[in-house]
């Protein structure tokens, strides 16, 4: 079963950059879809971004031209490029993977933006 773990989240001014990481136990390249969600204080958690095996992605209208999602296969390693942040993209970014055996999810990093 493979693991993910975020890292990059922390506190930012607006207008600023973050970059998030999610690091996989085993290989993800037979893992033909990886993203992050988010979730705000109070909110439900939201789709942000997907990337496929091929490299074709899916972005939210809220961080379309924003944020910039990348996989690097021989790292097992994802990552979520933030920029131009704003206060609204305040919450915590899980990060998950569609393997053949079923969703799995990251424990989440907290991402705070300041106005």
């Known amino acids: 079963q493979v693991q993910l773990v975020e890292s990059g989240g922390g506190l930012v001014q607006a207008g600023g950059s973050l970059r998030l990481s999610c690091t996989a136990s085993k290989s993800i390249f037979n893992i033909n879809v990886m993203g992050w969600y988010r979730q705000a204080p109070g909110k439900q958690r939201e789709f942000i971004t997907s990337?496929?095996?091929?490299?074709?992605?899916i972005y939210a209208d809220s961080v379309k031209g924003r944020f910039i999602i990348s996989r690097d296969n021989a790292k097992t390693t994802m990552y979520l490029q933030m920029n131009s942040l704003k206060p609204e993209d305040t919450g915590v970014y899980y990060c998950?993977?569609?393997?053949?055996?079923?969703?799995?999810w990251g424990q989440g990093t907290q991402v705070t933006v300041s106005s």
């Open positions: 990337i496929s095996r091929d490299g074709s992605t």
């Open positions: 998950y993977a569609d393997p053949w055996t079923g969703r799995i």
